[in-house]
């Protein structure tokens, strides 16, 4: 049984929707009826809900603080998960690689163009590719979304295509 | 752009209802739908409709297109998805490695065991996690389904759990 | 506060499916989940729970209980709405009609061509068109589905359309 | 068959998300999308796209041409639905009771407080009951939501409990 933190910071992927402001926000985690719904054999998933905030408004501290629980866990566990929003989520991942450079077991990052509140959602492909992902990788920082892996440092969102690329690099050190 | 060959063979995944009979059959295929859904990135998927059959209806015969489809594909390609029904899918798997022993680019096998067309189905989960799978994975015959990745030969459906295993062994070959 | 009676009997709506056997089934009754998805206002649900068959094998007493029922409830409620098979489902609305003649207040016969478990199911449109039918239409016996309200006697299925008519005659009585 | 007019004014149900700014915002109608997904028979249904916006940001001359459109499609018709947002709604359904009293043939607002393309909607629930209103009520201006009806004038919006009531009144005129 592989044991695989999944840490949740917010972002596009948990925001649900206030029918009273008519407004999409980042309130309550919707990972936990993400996980019901997935069917996982032979992994164990320990959720650590570290915040819940859209990503624009993290401040500096908060992504140091992202980087160390990351490190932390991957010291725990035989992989960790980070959900985070994809408009700073380069920043957390950059941050742990500066940090820790690579740390004991693989640490992938996963966010969502679309809330999983959406009936055309990314997020479910995007989680589920994470935890998989983190049970092939060798250790190091990743992000995992659309199909892609992508290995930190040199990610970034492509904000007109809504998705990231790793510009005048392999997706993967050698 | 990773080139990515899908051969669809049919099983439960691709079962569709019939209305007026009132029964689940495999008549059209669902993966383009299925891959409509996915957004995905640095992949081209190229589609091979080899058949859509229930898998406990294949012939001996059929298990070995299979096996050559897939490894004549993986010689063609970075990578070979195969949708398969469950019931029978190990056979395909046992088959190819008889065959070819380790093809030259990953074959990832998968399936489902509630349709595509159920609104709580596993085949998007594991649709999504064999595009991912085969791009990690080196060269060597899978299964992935259900959040694990296993590695014929060895592999075996359990019917009680309604997933695979591969008994006294570790899931990957060293 | 309106009073609805919901009398369930199975039926394709209620068929859910068994991963194990790969086959549909009437096995729970999957009315409460439909329930907890819609927006009631001003109504209040009283379920009852008659039996969770496949029409086809309902013997003659069945439909005799079922028009019984719907027809003690109709006396009890503002209104009465029974999920049934298609197949039979004529059968117990014109044994209904035999018994009693009008009912108290209206009774609405509904089922779905397509189970609920289906995502592309009718099982959700014809719910809440009976539950918004029984509370319009005066007292009497209807089938409501699809978008369109039939009324017994004379109503009978129309195997090759998966609907239901009412040939040679007006939709309701004037 | 029944000839039903759909005009579309806009409102929550129609709103949209735009991944890039990551809000819902009425740009294109989905009430297309939502149609095909019904199975309506014995109805033929005329699409009006009159406007797609917020009702709070309508005009007074926008509610007027609302309740025209409304009379004149009466006029043309079996019967009318207008899809509505609900901060408003109520504006242009007392504007037709004005301007016409009585419209020669049923006219029933609808709306919805979750946007349809929400995984948890009253979109699909509040469309159903409208298009199935309209054929059983007798000429007169309504509103159908969440299971029920309501006749115009008179009708208010209820914004704690996010439904429309009509206080110190019954649910229609007798």
């Not at 380069?90 to 941050?95: L, T």
């Amino acid at each position: 049984m592989k044991k695989i933190a999944l840490i949740s910071t917010g972002g596009t992927i948990e925001k649900t929707y206030d029918e009273l402001s008519g407004l999409l926000a980042n309130k309550v985690s919707v990972l936990d009826v993400m996980l019901a719904a997935l069917e996982l054999r032979g992994v164990a998933v320990q959720r650590i809900q570290l915040m819940n905030k859209d990503s624009l408004e993290m401040t500096a501290a908060e992504h140091t603080m992202i980087a160390e629980t990351a490190d932390r866990m991957a010291r725990a566990c035989d992989g960790v998960v980070v959900v985070h929003g994809t408009d700073r989520l380069a920043e957390s991942g950059e941050r742990l690689v500066e940090l820790v450079g690579t740390p004991m077991t693989p640490v992938v990052f996963t966010g969502a163009m679309r809330p999983y509140e959406l009936r055309n959602t990314d997020a479910e492909q995007n989680l589920t590719e994470a935890l998989l992902a983190v049970q092939l990788l060798r250790p190091g920082v990743y992000i995992t979304m659309h199909g892609q892996v992508l290995q930190f440092p040199g990610v970034v969102k492509d904000r007109q295509l809504g998705t990231f690329t790793r510009p005048g690099r392999p997706e993967r050190d050698p």
